[in-house]
T-cell receptor, first 109, second 114 residues
Framework: GIQVEQSPPDLILQEGANSTLRCNFS?????LQWFHQNPWGQLINLFY???GTKQNGRLSATTVATERYSLLYISSSQTTDSGVYFC???????????FGTGTRLKVLA | NAGVMQNPRHLVRRRGQEARLRCSPVKGHSHVYWYRQLPEEGLKFMVY????????ESGMPKERFSAEFPKEGPSILRIQQVVRGDSAAYFCASSPTGMDQPQHFGDGTRLSIL
């Protein structure tokens, strides 16, 4: 089955810094979503982005489907950005999401 | 519009008891998915249901676990004779159709087994 790898596994930032999180996948995908799991365990949908680029405030994402990767950019990070960021993909011809192992982000005040 | 509603948020059971987790999808969504998240891990697919039908249960353990999505009412994930290893967060997601649609996730049910 499709493999989903995220990097880096852990990231510590000072408040105000920028960061880039990466998601590589091993096969073609129909769907790709980025999620933020906050310290209370809730999954917050950030982007639905099977291809192209989207922006929402301080966050933006780019998926290059032909090269099988997606990037999540966080600018001017805040302590509330702390948590785990997951990339999830739906392989072509399926309907179930395969989640990456996540990037655990900690933003220090 | 209400999102995916899961209840209870937290559930504590003793070993050998039954656990029932409920999921009400987004209004108008007829496709439901259940995922399980073990501590410090990502989410893993368990089962995909449409109204009154199980489409794919390949991620669900063969014993003790069952799921349904009746014509009326919420989807139910049922775990019989729970064991310590069932302690996890269980997330439900829904979509209006099957493939090529974003999945909307609920806040999960945290199951703890004493």
């Amino acid at each position: 089955g499709i493999q989903v790898e995220q990097s880096p596994p852990d990231l510590i930032l000072q408040e105000g810094a920028n960061s880039t999180l990466r998601c590589n996948f091993s096969d073609s995908v129909n769907n790709l979503q980025w999620f933020h799991q906050n310290p209370w365990g809730q999954l917050i949908n950030l982007f639905y982005i099977p291809s192209g680029t989207k922006q929402n405030g301080r966050l933006s994402a780019t998926t290059v489907a032909t090269e099988r990767y997606s990037l999540l950019y966080i600018s001017s990070s805040q302590t509330t950005d702390s948590g785990v960021y997951f990339c999830a993909v739906e392989a072509s011809g399926t309907y179930k999401y395969i989640f990456g192992t996540g990037t655990r982000l900690k933003v220090l005040a | 519009n209400a999102g995916v509603m899961q209840n209870p948020r937290h559930l504590v059971r003793r070993r050998g008891q039954e656990a029932r987790l409920r999921c009400s999808p987004v209004k108008g969504h007829s496709h439901v998915y259940w995922y399980r998240q073990l501590p410090e891990e990502g989410l893993k697919f368990m089962v995909y249901l449409q109204k009154e039908n199980i489409i794919d249960e390949s991620g669900m353990p063969k014993e003790r676990f069952s799921a349904e999505f009746p014509k009326e009412g919420p989807s139910i994930l049922r775990i019989q004779q729970v064991v310590r290893g069932d302690s996890a967060a269980y997330f439900c997601a829904s979509s209006p159709t099957g493939m090529d649609q974003p999945q909307h996730f609920g806040d999960g049910t945290r199951l703890s087994i004493l």
